[in-house]
Nanobody
């Protein structure tokens, strides 16, 4: 049974930073691509970032490129999302995902965490 547990969300002012973490268990973590999606109130879930098994390849949504950084520590079974220069439009629930490919395609991710709330005030 795969478990993904996110942490690190919170309330921050515009321009601030947060670091999200996602601890994985139940699978050989280093064998799977990981990613982050987010969903704002009244909006569809959207891709944020993904990272391949080794951590050597990353992809980002255009809306976060240059501000967010995804990384992973396979020794700790943890994936991170560093959020910098936050904007009010980044407010959303952020979900950690484990999947079969390093992609922005929701369908390639089989396991989802419960999410962590990020709120950016103006």
């Amino acid at each position: 049974q795969v478990q993904l547990v996110e942490s690190g969300g919170g309330l921050v002012q515009a321009g601030g930073s947060l670091r999200l973490s996602c601890a994985a268990s139940g699978r050989t973590f280093s064998s799977y691509p990981m990613g982050w999606f987010r969903q704002a109130p009244g909006k569809e879930r959207e891709f944020v970032a993904a990272i391949n098994r080794s951590g050597g390849r990353t992809i980002y949504a255009d809306s976060v490129k240059g501000r967010f950084t995804i990384s992973r520590d396979n020794r700790k079974n943890t994936v991170y999302l560093q959020l910098n220069s936050l904007k009010p439009e980044d407010t959303a629930v952020y979900y950690c995902v484990l999947g079969r490919a390093t992609t922005n395609n929701t369908l390639e991710y089989d396991y989802w965490g419960r999410g962590t709330q990020v709120t950016v005030s103006s």
